[in-house]
């Protein structure tokens, strides 16, 4: 049961403050450094592990990160920093715990309990202070199942699938938190109610993220016509999406592009069948794409405030087509390896 409190608050934690910004009409540049600092504390366990005495202090400065938002009269400036902070050590512990836990849980809940996180993390606009103290106390708590060591993992090219899997999560990184931003800010108005359904509208985008994989391996077993598929189709809707000027218009296209990124799983079973998979690494290319992608719209938000949004579609758009070409690229060497093999 630890894992699936863990999942929720992961969802809490990574969007939340995204709600938060919006309530309090931060700059869109500022509110994404929230969800940065939480993906930047992804990249532990996997390529950066610490100890677990590392990791509780880890928790109890979180803790007083929160604390001390609260309590203590401080200026936004401080109270921003204090946040990001606890954001960061938060992500860092309860991915080490997960990482362990794994191997446990059955992947459909955990995205499912990941997802009401995402539904909850309006809370952080009301009670920011108290789910970082809350959240630090869950994480402690959890390291007692913790065993791992201090190291860095290597990452590996897997003959080119962490490219492609690099590329798929930037793809989805470069625009869905901005989105979700920009999205919250429209419909806030100074309303909870807008931040809200932002918020949902976030989570129908992972349900039809979701339903991708269940459905379509049941329809076909076939890999590589998903792929192209999955993710020539997302390039070209977002590319679509930036210059969509009706609101409602747009909601139903972002509701669709869950559909492309659910073609996620190909990527993996593609590597298994060429022998190529490795899972470290995979995770690594799933971690560098989470963080420079939402490093990237921190970048081009602060430099282009209003009109950000739609730069990071197209972002997200060629991102999406460099994945399906890097594949491309990988089928035709194999294609080649064969036939030198075959005439031999």
Request: glycine share 8%; with cysteine; proline share 3%.
């Amino acid at each position: 049961m630890m894992f699936y409190l863990l999942s929720l608050l992961t969802g809490v934690l990574e969007c939340g403050w995204i709600a938060f910004g919006a309530a309090h009409s931060l700059p869109l540049w500022q509110i994404l450094c929230y969800p940065l600092a939480y993906h930047i504390g992804n990249l532990f366990p996997k390529p950066f592990s610490l100890s677990r005495s590392m990791l509780r202090i880890m928790c109890f400065l979180s803790a007083m990160a929160g604390i001390l938002t609260f309590a203590v009269q401080l200026s936004e400036k401080a109270v921003f920093v204090l946040t990001c902070i606890a954001l960061f050590l938060l992500s860092a512990v309860i991915q080490s715990v997960r990482s362990g836990m794994k191997s446990d849980g059955n992947r459909l809940l955990k995205r499912v309990f990941r997802v009401g996180g995402f539904a909850l993390a309006p809370l952080a606009a009301v009670v920011p202070s108290a789910i970082l103290v809350l959240s630090s106390v869950v994480a402690f708590l959890a390291l007692h199942a913790y065993e791992g060591k201090p190291g860095i993992t290597r990452m590996t090219g897997q003959n080119g699938f962490s490219l492609v899997m690099t590329f798929h999560q930037l793809h989805y990184f470069f625009y869905a938190h901005i989105t979700l931003t920009a999205m919250s800010l429209l419909l806030s108005h100074n309303s909870m109610i807008g931040i809200v359904y932002a918020a949902l509208l976030f989570c129908g985008t992972w349900v039809t993220y979701m339903s991708v994989e269940p459905i379509v391996s049941r329809l076909t077993s076939r890999i590589l016509p998903v792929f192209y598929a999955g993710h020539i189709g997302i390039g070209i809707l977002l590319f679509v999406m930036h210059d969509v000027t009706s609101v409602p218009v747009f909601i139903v296209l972002w509701l669709v592009t869950g559909f492309g990124g659910g073609a996620v799983y190909t990527i993996s079973a593609r590597a298994k069948v060429t022998g190529s998979y490795q899972k470290d690494s995979m995770t690594i290319a799933e971690n560098i794409g989470h963080t420079l992608g939402l490093l990237t719209a921190v970048v081009v938000s602060a430099g282009f405030g209003s009109t950000s949004p739609q730069i990071m579609l197209v972002f997200g758009s060629a991102s999406a087509l460099l994945a399906a070409a890097a594949m491309a690229l990988i089928s035709r060497k194999e294609n080649h390896h064969e036939s030198i093999h075959s005439k031999g």
